[in-house]
């Protein structure tokens, strides 16, 4: 299944934080083009269609656009090969059947997305990303009333999966301990170390910072003199830091170092540092309690992604799918 989205890649429903509704990635988004073939080729009554599902018809002409703009996501080197894109066609189509067979369903539910449930969303979006909102459409150069109708599209079937395939699922209390004993590993909090550190930008200025430290001045008095970083008002305290977090000759030389010694000087990207570990926390096992919801979470995402898979298979094997043969398509302008 294609997986290149152009529409939605800066967005999701939930905007930059938050938790979007999972929607498993079995199926494309796409926008339906609204323009008419011309008439001395074809009646307006005899628009010419690539497939069916339950009588319901896939335009040429809709197929066409929704090819084309996935055809300008593909290395140049791949449209040569005709074979690959046989079957990127293919796939393209397969997607849009899929998307009608799931429009089928939400019509025969009687689910919608009503123009005022729309607008919550993007005001949603645009209260997360504020300016950067139409920033973002002129820097992708996309047209945001094309955007709009493809969020309603994705929101009509977020809203069809919650509805006839997640309602449904229900997680029992024996589950969850039993999916927790047999995943601790999962669960247990990562090694640390709470460390201050002085930050300078030359080597000199840390060198007088070292002598301080070698004199017996204390560590965060120093650090609030001289380091340059925005925890020196805090003394240097950088907090709790967990593996692979800090650049690699900083993680190296923490992660080694015992309680209240001071580390030499290490240099960086980021300047000539110092350091000192306050504290050192080892990986600890949380217990149910703690992490219950994280549990409860995992054991929902995976049921949502199998029992999806089971329904929309279920929707297709009702559905009567037929392709028309000898499909003539055009190749996009470049």
């Not at 919650?162 to 209390?173: F, H, L, T």
Request: charged share 35%; hydrophobic share 40%.
């Amino acid at each position: 299944m294609i997986k290149t989205e152009r529409y939605f890649k800066i967005f999701s429903s939930a905007g930059k934080s938050g938790r979007s509704l999972p929607v498993p990635g079995v199926f494309l988004c796409l926008f339906l083009s609204c323009c008419i073939i011309s008439c001395d080729k074809f009646d307006i009554f005899s628009r010419p269609y690539v497939a069916t599902v339950n009588g319901s018809k896939i335009y040429l002409e809709d197929y066409q656009a929704v090819l084309n703009k996935k055809i300008q996501m593909v290395p140049e080197e791949f449209r040569k090969q005709p074979d690959a894109m046989k079957k990127f066609e293919e796939e393209v189509l397969d997607a849009m059947i899929t998307e009608k067979i799931m429009h089928l369903r939400a019509q025969e539910l009687k689910i919608s997305v009503s123009d005022a449930e729309l607008e919550n969303k993007i005001q949603e979006i645009k209260k997360d990303y504020g300016d950067d909102f139409t920033r973002l459409f002129n820097g992708e150069n996309i047209n945001y009333e094309e955007w709009r109708e493809e969020f309603k599209e994705e929101l009509l079937l977020q809203k069809l999966i919650a509805m006839d395939v997640n309602a449904r699922i229900k997680i029992s209390e024996d589950e969850i301990k039993k999916y927790y004993h047999e995943r601790r590993g999962n669960y247990k909090t990562d090694s640390g170390v709470r460390v201050a550190q002085i930050v300078v930008q030359d080597l000199a200025t840390a060198q007088k910072a070292m002598e301080r430290l070698k004199s017996g001045e204390d560590f965060s008095q120093v650090a609030a003199d001289m380091s340059i970083g925005p925890e020196a008002r805090r003394g240097g305290d950088l907090g709790l830091v967990t593996r692979w977090v800090m650049p690699e000759p900083l993680d190296k030389t923490i992660f080694k170092m015992p309680v209240n010694k001071i580390s030499p000087i290490v240099q960086s990207s980021y300047g000539f540092h110092i350091f000192k570990v306050l504290e050192i926390q080892p990986v600890k096992e949380r217990g149910l309690a703690d992490v219950r919801d994280d549990v409860i979470a995992d054991i929902r995402m995976q049921k949502e992604e199998s029992a999806f898979a089971i329904w929309l298979e279920e929707l297709k094997k009702k559905a009567v799918i037929k392709k028309e043969a000898n499909i003539k398509t055009k190749k996009p302008n470049k």
